[in-house]
């Protein structure tokens, strides 16, 4: 599932669907794939932490951009290792090629914020069926 950031890049227009419609569906597809290893919660948000880490830096961009891209890398790595899937390794690469600037980068960092809740409400829905309005 690869997921465009802009509707318009030269005029700064995100998607309008991005933190919600898309980043919904993106959450729902790789719940699917989890299992207790698979895509488990603190592996994910491993990898959130790391991008908030990247966000809070001062330095120059250009600097970052290195690093930032290595997440490509992590990815690979932690699918390797049957720590997470397909699906959420490809949302890694795929918005990781579209990261030019800090623009670019803050989209992604709120995408992925907004995937974070999609999923955990995805987790706690299943975890808790009775509570959080999960299954009644």
Known sequence: ????????????????????????ALASLVFKESNKKLNNPTQIRKFYDEVLRFKSNTDEFEVLLPYIKMLNAKAAYAMGRDLISKSFKDFISTSIKQIENRDD????????????????????????????????
């Open 1 to 24: 599932m690869q997921t465009l950031f802009w509707k318009d890049r030269s005029k700064g227009q995100i998607d309008p669907d991005l933190f919600s419609t898309k980043a919904e």
């Open 105 to 136: 980068f803050e989209v992604f960092a709120n995408f992925f914020e907004a995937f974070i809740g999609f999923y955990k409400y995805n987790v706690e829905k299943v975890e808790r069926p009775n509570q959080r309005g999960g299954k009644r």
